[in-house]
């Protein structure tokens, strides 16, 4: 598959940041890595592999970029207001310069979806709800939407506005609940195997429908574990079943 590698000093972030971009030409499918790693995690554990027909074909073309978790929750040598700092501060990366990269490397016209496992799902679903005027939709694999499950006790109105089960419900702007609420690409998956929390999931996809959103939630049972040989499953199901 066609493949390219770039970077740019961020002033978000304040760092060199580096994205790889897979395919041609297709709407833009935004991944977002789990726990502390990096742009390059997808790649490595063949989840790109895993969807090759769908990047070769053209009909999806695959940007990918480091996580700031290792400098925010990752990290216990900083405090929680350092670490929800960083955090919005690579909110900040993703919407203000990630965004208009894709749509150069593409075209403004280009829809553009957000896609994560593990924490990355966390992450995917969190900039969704904050931002579909920019996102088209979100495939969350494996994740839990409460942000209070990385940050050991600590909460301030900046961790409640990042977690997607503490301000979904409480959710009154008109304007970003009426872009929510005709979004037809809000994929839920878990599975209920060793190191998964289905009922996250399901929690979550409850909270959306409570809230006049469209969220599909599917469970794909015990024999599928935390691990990277259900998401390689996951993810090239979700893309032919639903796009």
Same mark, same amino acid.
């Given at each position: 598959?066609?493949?390219?590698?770039?970077?740019?000093?961020?002033?978000?972030?304040?760092? +060199?940041?580096? *994205? =790889?971009?897979? !395919?041609? &030409?297709?709407?833009?499918?935004?991944?977002?890595?789990?726990?502390?790693? %990096?742009?390059?995690?997808?790649?490595?554990?063949?989840?790109?592999?895993?969807?090759?027909?769908?990047?070769?074909?053209?009909?999806?073309?695959?940007?990918?970029?480091?996580?700031?978790?290792?400098?925010?929750?990752?990290?216990?040598?900083?405090?929680?207001?350092?670490?929800?700092?960083?955090?919005?501060?690579?909110?900040?990366?993703?919407?203000?310069?990630?965004?208009?990269?894709?749509?150069?490397?593409?075209?403004?016209?280009?829809?553009?979806?957000?896609?994560?496992?593990?924490?990355?799902?966390?992450?995917?679903?969190?900039?969704?709800?904050?931002?579909?005027?920019?996102? +088209?939709?979100? *495939? =969350?694999?494996? !994740?839990? &939407?409460?942000?209070?499950?990385?940050?050991?006790?600590?909460?301030?109105? %900046?961790?409640?506005?990042?977690?997607?089960?503490?301000?979904?419900?409480?959710?009154?702007?008109?304007?970003?609940?009426?872009?929510?609420?005709?979004?037809?690409?809000?994929?839920?998956?878990?599975?209920?195997?060793?190191?998964?929390?289905?009922?996250?999931?399901?929690?979550?996809?409850?909270?959306?429908?409570?809230?006049?959103?469209?969220?599909?939630?599917?469970?794909?049972?015990?024999?599928?574990?935390?691990?990277?040989?259900?998401?390689?499953?996951?993810?090239?199901?979700?893309?032919?079943?639903?796009?």
């Amino acid at each position: 598959m066609q493949r390219f590698i770039d970077s740019w000093y961020s002033p978000s972030l304040e760092k +060199e940041m580096p *994205i =790889a971009t897979y !395919g041609h &030409y297709g709407f833009a499918l935004l991944m977002i890595p789990t726990a502390a790693a %990096d742009y390059l995690e997808y790649e490595r554990f063949q989840l790109l592999d895993s969807i090759s027909w769908f990047i070769n074909s053209g009909k999806v073309k695959v940007f990918s970029i480091d996580s700031m978790n290792n400098q925010s929750w990752m990290n216990p040598s900083l405090i929680g207001k350092q670490q929800i700092v960083r955090h919005q501060q690579w909110n900040n990366y993703v919407t203000n310069e990630v965004v208009p990269y894709i749509r150069n490397a593409t075209n403004p016209a280009t829809p553009i979806f957000i896609c994560g496992a593990s924490f990355g799902a966390f992450h995917s679903m969190n900039l969704f709800m904050k931002r579909p005027d920019l996102f +088209e939709g979100v *495939i =969350a694999m494996s !994740g839990v &939407y409460d942000l209070t499950a990385y940050t050991r006790g600590y909460f301030d109105e %900046d961790v409640y506005f990042n977690s997607p089960i503490h301000f979904i419900p409480q959710l009154n702007d008109t304007t970003i609940l009426s872009q929510l609420r005709v979004c037809t690409h809000i994929h839920i998956m878990s599975g209920a195997g060793s190191h998964e929390d289905p009922e996250a999931g399901a929690r979550f996809a409850t909270i959306l429908q409570q809230k006049g959103i469209r969220g599909d939630f599917d469970n794909w049972g015990p024999e599928w574990p935390h691990d990277w040989h259900t998401w390689r499953s996951m993810l090239p199901h979700c893309l032919g079943t639903h796009f």
